[in-house]
């Protein structure tokens, strides 16, 4: 059955792939981007496009008003600064504020704008985090990334907890290494596998699993 989907953050990688999917089986998609260069990605797609910062919080409340409903909601939006070890250029605070803010607020301040518009019972929640998120793997690098994605699988977490009573379910996702911009060329998952797994898992959450951290296999994450 077709669904009323919100993905939040789509001009390219997988938000884009995740927007062509959901469009060709037949869901009615609204999609976010930050500038008319986005926008111009989605053209073809014949989605509904909004421009929105997922940290304006002005912008994200319009983007609410927009939409009628939201079946599932999945907040795709992140930045990657300061690659490398603790002495690697870009590491300084503002990379800090950058991604914190965009990686961990992000997320949080994109759901509380568009709660009421997020069906309720059996509404989901999809927030696109990262193994690199899990403190199992740290390996002494990517301090900001990993740190941001470990917030925003406990922000994840925290709204599953939150939610539950109203029906509404919430899910962490790791979408493998993958070959985008971010990934680069040499990752081994493709973006439209990549996407197609996680189109997946969102279709298996539901009340009895919320609160999950896998990845777009399936393949549960340690926090």
Not at 108 to 114: D, E, P, T
Not at 186 to 211: N, W
Request: hydrophobic letters at 45%; a negative charge; charged letters at 15%.
């Amino acid at each position: 059955m077709a669904q009323k989907i919100l993905i939040v953050g789509a001009s390219r990688g997988i938000g884009l792939e995740l927007a062509r999917q959901c469009k060709a089986r037949g869901d009615q998609v609204t999609a976010t981007v930050r500038s008319d260069t986005g926008a111009a990605a989605l053209a073809d797609l014949d989605v509904t496009v909004l421009k929105a910062d997922i940290v304006d919080e002005a912008a994200l409340t319009a983007v609410a008003s927009a939409v009628d409903g939201i079946d599932l909601m999945i907040c795709n939006a992140g930045i990657y600064r300061g690659r490398g070890d603790m002495h690697a250029e870009d590491t300084g605070a503002d990379a800090w504020q950058e991604v914190l803010m965009t990686n961990i607020a992000g997320p949080f301040l994109a759901v509380k704008a568009c709660l009421p518009n997020i069906t309720a019972p059996g509404g989901k929640i999809a927030v696109i985090s990262s193994v690199m998120g899990s403190t199992a793997g740290v390996t002494g690098n990517n301090y900001i990334y990993r740190s941001s994605k470990a917030g925003a699988t406990n922000v994840a977490c925290n709204l599953a907890q939150e939610l539950a009573s109203k029906g509404i379910s919430v899910g962490a996702y790791h979408p493998g290494w993958v070959q985008t911009d971010m990934g680069g060329t040499s990752a081994p998952v493709t973006i439209p596998d990549s996407a197609a797994g996680l189109l997946a898992r969102f279709e298996a959450l539901g009340p009895e699993t919320t609160g999950v951290f896998e990845d777009y296999q399936g393949a549960p994450i340690p926090y």
